[in-house]
């Protein structure tokens, strides 16, 4: 079986020291030799990768895709016939090459079911794979031919050696395909023996005849390319005990031969041997009479059995007998000064498998053990299961146990899945076995039983196997799962089936089948239930009303298994399933069945229950009732303004149940249409309708109700009209108080009502008294009334009804005494906002103006416009006691003027005064002059006109009309200057102007036009250009707009605001208090387009005073200022609740607190 490999089988792995080959043994020379040579040269250079010699054997140059494979992959043994699947369409032959020749070997794989490249493997033996070995002496290269989608893989050996011969293997994988091909090698004498090589050579590289100094190969450089994670399995695979000593001293090697004067040849830089195998060192001095010693990690080597010295000349040996592991170390030989030093790399022998594996069989839960014996005590072995490596865990379900050469592999407990080839290897060998894991016949100790249960009682199946295996339980073929009312269980052997309480859907056949047998243990269950009959819908007694003439169907549940059979009577005669008395029976019920019910049919009914698991019986009494009868007609005892009370007597008859309750209906008299008043029964006989319509005639009606249901209704009660008095009149007050008289006024009640109302009646009672006096015999249909009569002086006490059909409402009350004392009250004008500013009304237009005032009493009003009194037959003048109105039908311009109004009472006076502006279309300009005519263009010039219309002048309306057909066009509109240029008028033509005078009233009637035309000139004539003098534009600044004195609320930033003008433009600075603000964070200075800003942040009382901002350019300087107040809101210091303000000017102490 082969040793389990990673995905990645291109990454190439360090080669540690191999095996001995078979060819090589006999001589102690031949000890040390090799396969290594094929991977480097003890006289030449070696690379990674070169072309071979053009001879014979090789092949010519590859494509560009071709690649030289010099990666180093894993061991793999031969695979079984029975798996291997044809890849090769070309396998390599056997061959003959005579020593220092070349040969090629050749295998082609067929790409055209492949997705990706095949891995391809070559071995030499059973365990060499050759990947590692690429170099001088041995190339392996691939090819791919894109036509025929053939992979081509080569292996080149150039300058062939006798050691090379042997057998060789290549494989293929891909996926879970696999093929193999052996063949052999055979490499005869040639007529000039190749110089013998040591296996020193694999160690180091020497120099080459022209002392060319290049780096040396040990140990570390073949380990380079290999993963760190294969170190181990590659010490395992070529028996390396020491890895971690032997990569660190193989660093430790000098990587370079320095030419000595006292060793004319010095120790190889390394030696390998087996281990209880001999070796040899050897130097040759340049001066034989140096004295020689030799050390060990430091300690010097003295003569002795193991150690054995040799002289030949100038050449001096060390024979190192019967090596053992301690034996692997450092060694160095001294000669003089000079010293020369080596490694001693001791290998343990190959371990052997003595005694394979052999094939298993067993039973699934059975204890199985797996044994081998190899060659050595406690020998590194590696177990696997199907290729796969087993971890020698503590957790993991198999143990592996060592007791000198044998090594075993435990399972506990065997599974199913638990078949499979598992194999052991070691560094020497392998063995693989089957193990076969197999169900033991399954015997029933116990078999399930059928089972008779009565319904609600426990089901409890039960049975017995020889195997403790689960299982799984079936109902009539559908498997069963544990749930809160099923119960499973199973213990050892045996298992069990429990319900703790039946139903009847659970008969029927069960059957157990244990899993993985192909057996099944059956039964039945049979579910009994003796007849019940369930008569809890009943009522007392078992008893059934049913109402006279509606059919009766009662439907009794009946339970029992099997169904039991139902017999119903009536005294000693039995019911038929026909007729107008009948049964019908059915699985889970029984039914009484009346047609058309009569009082004769109330009595006992007999049912009887019966099945082979008992009986059951029960009387049922029928009783036959009626609705009741109608009341008698209702009474109505009393009425409202929506509501009544009315009240009725119980019915004679009650139908045969008790009275539940009672239904009103109302409607109007003249409908037929009638409302039910209540939808829950009402349970006296007295009842109160509301929300009815006042004066509105309505009748009632009562509904009697007992269980069957709801009498007929009973006859209407007498007609009546809900009505009721108004509510109380509204805002009463005080209008007017003489010395003998006290004048009240109010508003009408909020509701009237349909009867309507009829008036008022005032009453009076002097303070200290109860006594109220009418003041108005007859009633007074008005809101406004004057007590006469009063004593002066006194106080008095008012109230006012409202009457109507229904009687008097309740009163309503003054809240105070009324003083009977006429009072003075100051004289106030109570000028309209309009009239605050200049009314402006058009010529022709109404003036109606009314002024409020208040004063008493007796308050006289006059007039004067201008300064004289108003002429009343052109402006009409009308007073009374609250206000005055001046009136002018039609406005002409002299009405336009200061009106004075002075009200007067007594010696008390207050003043107004009313602007009033009539205005009319203003008159046309004056003269209008053409000053200039060039080109397409006509400068035209004009005065104001005279007469404005009382209204300032907003502009100007210019036209044009050709002389020839004198048709006027509007060229300007709103121009606002006297003085204008025409342009784009046509050359050849001639023009008169007019203009028109515009203001807030329009434009004037007539328009003045030029008296001259003007006549555009064609080419030819020369324009002559005005001649202006430059413009200064020279300016001193000049605020337009000033600052504003400023309240600011401290914590919340202000700023103040101005605009100046002036060029050159003026410099901007800020002062405060006359001092100059300078770098101060707290104030913020901004100009943009003339306007000047000062921004002061989150200021304090402290940031008030005077702020002046200064404007200065070479022309002059301006200056305004203003003074700014810092207020601080104190919520509820003095007066919780609300806000204090404090100012620089108003500061509080701790006394305020």
């Known amino acids: 079986m082969p040793e389990p490999t990673k995905k990645d089988e291109t990454e190439s792995a360090p080669p540690p020291p191999e095996q001995k080959s078979p060819e090589e043994g006999g001589t102690e020379k031949g000890k040390d030799m090799d396969i290594r040579e094929m991977a480097s040269s003890s ?24 690649v030289w494979s010099i990666g180093e992959g894993e061991d793999a043994e031969k695979r079984d016939d029975a798996q291997r699947s044809t890849l090769f369409v ?39 794979d050759l990947a590692s070995k690429a170099g001088k002496h041995l190339q392996l290269k691939e090819s791919f031919e894109r036509h025929t989608k053939i992979h081509t893989f080569e292996m080149h050996i150039i300058q062939a050696k006798l050691n090379y011969a042997g057998n060789y293997r290549c494989e293929v994988s891909y996926k879970d395909k696999f093929d193999s091909c052996s063949f052999d090698l055979e490499v005869t004498e040639s007529s000039q023996a190749a110089p013998s090589i040591d296996i020193r050579s694999a160690f180091k590289r020497r120099e ?21 994670s294969e170190y181990e399995k590659i010490a395992f695979q070529y028996g390396i005990t020491d890895l971690r000593g032997m990569l660190k001293r193989l660093k430790r090697m000098r990587r370079e031969v320095k030419k000595s004067a006292a060793f004319a040849k010095g120790l190889d830089p390394a030696y390998q041997v087996d281990k209880g195998g001999k070796v040899r060192f050897m130097v040759e001095l340049a001066d034989p009479t140096v004295e020689l010693k030799w050390y060990k990690n430091g300690q010097e080597i003295r003569p002795s059995a193991k150690y054995i010295f040799e002289h030949k000349g100038n050449q001096r040996i060390l024979f190192i007998n019967n090596c053992q592991m301690s034996d692997d170390a450092r060694y160095y030989v001294t000669a003089g000064d000079e010293k020369c030093s080596t490694e001693l790399f001791v290998r343990d022998p190959p371990i052997l498998v003595t005694k394979g594996l052999e094939d298993t069989s067993t039973y699934i839960g059975e204890r199985v053990e797996l044994s081998c014996e190899v060659s050595e005590d406690d020998a590194n072995v590696k177990w696997f299961r199907n290729g796969v490596e087993l971890p020698n865990d503590p957790k993991s379900r198999y143990r592996i146990k060592v007791e000198g050469k044998k090594h075993t592999l435990v399972i506990e407990e065997a599974a199913k899945n638990d078949n499979a080839v598992y194999s052991v290897m070691t560094t020497g060998g392998q063995s693989e076995a089957k193990l076969s894991v197999g169900l033991r016949p399954l ?83 049979h579910i009994v239930d003796p007849p019940k009959l369930h008569l809890d819908g009943l009522g007392e007694n078992n008893t059934v009303t049913v109402v006279a003439g509606s059919k ?45 019910a009569e009082r004769d049919d109330s009595g006992p009914f007999r049912i009887t229950l019966k099945n082979e698991a008992g009986e059951d019986t029960a009387l049922i ?66 009842f109160e309708p509301k929300k009815m319509i006042e004066g509105v005639a309505y009748e009632v009606r009562v509904f009697a109700v007992n269980a069957i249901g709801i009498s007929k209704p009973s006859m ?77 002086g006194s106080k008095i006490l008012v109230r006012v009804k409202a009457v109507n059909a229904a009687g008097e409402s309740d009163p309503r009350y003054h809240p105070q005494p009324i003083l009977v004392k006429e009072v003075i009250e100051p004289p106030k004008i109570r000028l309209p906002r309009h009239l605050k500013q200049t009314y402006t009304r058009r010529v022709g237009e109404t003036v109606n103006l009314v002024i409020p005032f208040q004063g008493k009493p007796r308050a006289k009003v006059s007039w004067q416009k201008n300064g004289s009194p108003i002429d009343k037959n052109d402006i009409n003048i009308r007073n009374t006691e609250n206000d005055t109105i001046i009136f002018i039908r039609k406005a002409e311009r002299g009405h336009s003027g200061e009106y004075d109004m002075k009200v007067e009472v007594e010696n008390l006076e207050d003043k107004a005064t009313i602007d009033i502006q009539i205005i009319d279309r203003p008159g046309p300009p004056e003269v209008v002059t053409i000053e200039d005519v ?118 919340y930033n202000a700023t103040l605001n101005c605009s100046v003008r002036g060029n050159p433009k003026p410099k901007i600075t800020w002062m405060k208090n006359k001092v100059l603000i300078m770098n101060d964070p707290r104030y913020r200075m901004f100009s943009n387009q003339g306007v000047c800003t000062l921004e002061i942040r989150k200021p304090s009382p402290y940031d008030g005073g005077t702020y002046t901002c200064r404007a200065v350019n070479e022309l002059g300087e301006a200056e305004v200022e203003c003074k700014l107040e810092v207020k601080v809101i104190y919520q509820g210091v003095i007066n919780p609740g609300e806000p204090f303000i404090l100012s620089e000017n108003n500061q509080f102490h701790n006394k305020d607190f």
């Open 552 to 596: 009766l169907r009662l439907e009794i549940p009946i339970t029992g298994e099997p169904t039991p059979k139902v017999v119903w009577s009536r005294g000693d005669k039995g019911i038929t399933d026909s007729g107008r008395i009948r049964s019908e029976t059915y699985s889970d019920s029984s039914c009484l069945v009346i047609d058309a």
């Open 90 to 128: 070309e396998k390599p032959q056997t061959g003959t090459v005579s020593v220092g020749g070349n040969i090629t070997f050749i295998a082609k794989v067929e790409a055209k079911d492949l997705l990706r490249k095949p891995n391809v493997k070559w071995f030499k033996g059973k365990w060499m």
């Open 208 to 228: 080459v005849k022209q002392q060319e100094e290049e780096p040396e190969v040990d140990v570390w450089e073949l380990l380079k390319n290999a993963n760190p």
């Open 934 to 1051: 060039w080109g397409e263009n006509v400068n035209l010039s004009w005065k104001p006109p005279k007469d404005d219309g009382n209204s300032a002048i907003t502009g100007y309306t210019i036209q044009k009309a050709d002389k020839k057909s004198m048709e006027w066009f509007t060229v300007m509109e709103h121009y606002h200057r006297t003085s204008a240029t025409i342009n784009e008028l046509i050359i050849g033509n001639e023009y008169y102007f007019r203009i028109f005078s515009e203001n807030m009233c329009g434009l004037s009637e007539d328009a003045t036009m030029t008296k001259e035309s003007a006549l555009i000139a064609k080419d030819g004539k020369v324009y002559k250009y005005p001649v202006y003098d430059d413009f200064d534009f020279s300016e001193r600044p000049l605020f337009t707009q000033p600052l504003v004195n400023t309240f600011a609320v401290a914590g």
């Open 43 to 66: 006289d030449e250079d070696d690379t990674s990768v070169s072309t071979p010699p053009a001879d014979g054997m090789s092949k010519p140059a590859e494509r560009k895709d071709s």
């Open 716 to 792: 209407p009660s007498k007609s009546f009209v809900p009505i009721a008095v108004t509510s109380p009149p509204t805002l009463l007050a005080v209008d007017g108080v003489t010395d003998t008289s006290v004048t009240m006024k109010w508003r009408p009640p909020d509701h009237i009502g349909a009867a309507g109302l009829d008036g008022y009646v005032v009453e009076y009672c002097f303070e200290g008294t109860d006594e109220w006096i009418v003041a108005n015999p007859e009633l007074t249909d008005k809101t406004k009334f004057t007590i006469n009569g009063l004593p002066t």
């Open 443 to 525: 015997k029933i100790s116990l078999a399930l039983e059928d089972q008779t249960v009565r319904l609600g009682q426990e089901i409890h199946l039960k049975c017995e196997i020889s195997e403790n295996v689960t299982g799984k339980w079936y109902k009539n073929g559908q498997q069963v799962e544990a749930s809160d009312r099923v119960k499973i269980y199973h213990k050892g052997r045996i298992h069990r089936f429990v319900i703790a309480s039946s139903a009847v859907d659970d008969e029927g056949e069960y059957m157990f089948v244990p899993d993985e047998y192909e057996i099944n243990i059956p039964c039945k269950v």
């Open 621 to 686: 009494n029928i009783k036959v009732v009626d609705v009741p009868d109608p009341p008698e007609a209702p009474n109505v005892t009393e009425v409202g303004e929506d509501w009544c009370v009315m009240t009725w007597e119980p019915p004679a008859n009650d139908g045969g149940s008790p009275i539940l309750g009672y239904f009103i209906e109302r409607k109007k008299k003249q409908s037929s249409r009638w409302m039910r008043l209540n939808f829950e029964l009402c349970k006296e006989t007295t």
